[in-house]
């Protein structure tokens, strides 16, 4: 039997001396290129729980310590090679592009698999033991898998560091994925694979929100933001609000039901943490004489207008938006306002150098008052009325704009709280139980669910202290819970040094620039229009003669000239993008899933030109959809501009 790399590190005085040729410094130098955390902990790892022997076929097998004990084999000690390629070939590899790989043993099955699919495939390998992985090292030269950057380790039970490392695939996701479970790893650490495999499954919910979200409203994203251009140029961004208060307490304030048990002390807080209100609460807030230091809002619906009404004309506090909120309540807040900076607006006024301050996108105005807590420096960050479920059988407190809606509804056999579970029964087929802060069982639904995703995610990754004050609702790794008294007695005990910011008149005198940086816009997609056009029937043509190469050919050269003149307008062409993202979604999914089924010569040009003209197609009728946006947006910021020489508010 040959001497392995762990029968040398058994003898203390050969410890570091490896064999010849041994394959562990090839994996281990790839490894710290890829995942530096990863290699420092399989360095550090001990050996003693594992035993290698060559198995009948002349190839390493392993077994692993259970239980101080029992040895258990994770290969067959026969042909391992042979089985695991079995396990492997079992995967359907057809348009799956993420991987799951639910134990690694020596990395037999993962190497076959990794050779079966797609190049862009990605294979997430779930291992706790780092004593097994050191010894798959030291006797299995992996180091071509490592360094392809294609493999993602998880050792350790940490959701938010899944979900963190998973989202830039989530496009890969809702494309295909496949799981591979080595028997005999899941058997030895049950438990581990089996909270990954429902965490999988909560990752893939989150990823089908995302995608039907980007979707579905990308167009009224990309619209409304356009037509905010006048107000995205005219407002401040929140570029001077960065570590405003470093260091000190926020509590960010929603509707949840849960807001019922402590909005009582809401007004202790004030002058003692930076107060943010989601636009729903902002109303109820002041009329507990709360004034917020701020607002957000990001919704685009106008709706949100009833979050705004009637405010008092000596409001202070700062409304923080996403450049897509409806307009309306710009108007409508008798405060100061901030918008965020944003890529499609500064693209569309590129000219103007905007420079305005970004924060990530959020997907509710809770989560853009948690980025914005981060953006201000606070530290602890803490939330009242964060429910993300239905606690007491309600979905938000009784008594905010939800209510003002629906208030010619109510009678005296027909309340508020009867309204909002019957909006909840609705709703029974996308319910899941999840356990709330006490760790009783409570429902939630896949919308909600998919927040508190998110949140926890972002929770994870966060450099301040984030507290869950409710007192209700669910519960969310990555906060500690407190009542949100103790939260009082703790933080907030000292007045802050609060720097409100001054009201701010919109400053409407740079209108024409917005209008000649959409002018030029428009000229720039109506080039993309005629380029797509002139192109479509080339492609077509080359369609019909795949068989005759050298005509395809000359084809490709005529096209490949057209694609130049197409690049000189890259930025405009990825606006006309962001305005239709299924056609960017479904020419990237194109792409997958060529690259997946691993085609080649006639057959892999067929499937590429079939793309491209359904992607030509969509170009064209895209870009005369953006300048007709474009043309109706220049119109009525013409007329304000002639209205504001006339003397008429804009």
Known sequence: MQITATQHRSD?????????????????????????????????A?????????????????????????????????????????????????????????????????????????????????????????????????????????????????????????TPHTPHVNIGTATMHHAPSIGASREFFELFEQWQTEFASLCRTSINTLVLNGRRTAQNIAANLGWYAAMPGVNSLKDRYKGKPAVIVSAGPSLRKNKHLLPSLSGKAVLIAAQTTLKPMLEMGVEPDFVTSLDYSDICTRFFENLPRTLRTELVAESKATNKIFAMHPGPVSLLGNDFADNLLSEMKLDKARLPAGATVAHLAFYLAEHLGCDPIVFVGQDLGFSDGLSYVPGTGHDDVARPEYGRFYTPEMKQWEQIVRDRPILRRIPDVHGRPMYTEERLYAYLQQFERDFGASRSRVIDASEGGALKRGTTVMPLSDVIAQFCTEPLNMRRSASNAPQWNRLPEVIASLKKRRDEAKQIQDVSRDTLPLLKEVREHLDDQPRVNRLIGQIDAL????????????????????????????????????????????????????????????????????AALVADLQAQAENMKHGVAA
């Not at 000690?77 to 695991?84: E, F, G, M, S």
Request: glycine share 4%; net charge negative.
């Open 46 to 166: 001990p050996s003693a729980s594992v035993r290698v022997e060559l198995a009948k076929s002349g190839d390493p097998t392993i077994a692993i310590e259970t239980d101080g004990a029992h040895w258990v084999s994770l290969h067959s000690k026969y042909q391992p090679v042979t089985d695991a390629n079995k396990l492997a070939d079992a995967i359907d590899v057809d348009d799956k592009l993420v991987f799951y790989c639910m134990g690694f043993g020596l990395g037999y099955h993962v190497e076959r698999l990794f050779d079966r699919a797609s190049d862009d495939a990605t294979l997430c390998i779930f291992e706790p033991r780092l004593d097994l992985l050191r010894a798959a090292f030291e006797h299995r030269d992996l180091s071509r898998l490592i360094a392809s950057r294609r493999l993602m380790f998880f050792t350790t039970v940490d959701k938010s560091d899944l979900f963190t490392r998973l």
């Open 12 to 44: 203390a005085s050969t410890a570091y001396i490896l064999p010849p040729h041994a394959p562990y410094l090839a994996n281990m130098a790839a490894l710290w290129a890829v995942d530096a955390k990863l290699a420092a902990a399989v360095e550090n």
């Open 563 to 630: 694609r130049a003149q197409m690049n000189k307008f890259g930025h405009t062409y990825d606006l006309i993008m962001q305005v239709t993202q299924l056609t960017e979604l479904k020419r990237f999914q194109a792409d997958l899933r060529i690259s997946a089924g691993k085609l080649s010569g006639i057959e892999l040009q067929r499937k590429q030109v079939a793309r491209d003209i359904d992607n030509c197609a969509a170009v064209r009728d895209a870009a005369g959809e953006f300048d007709a946006m474009l």
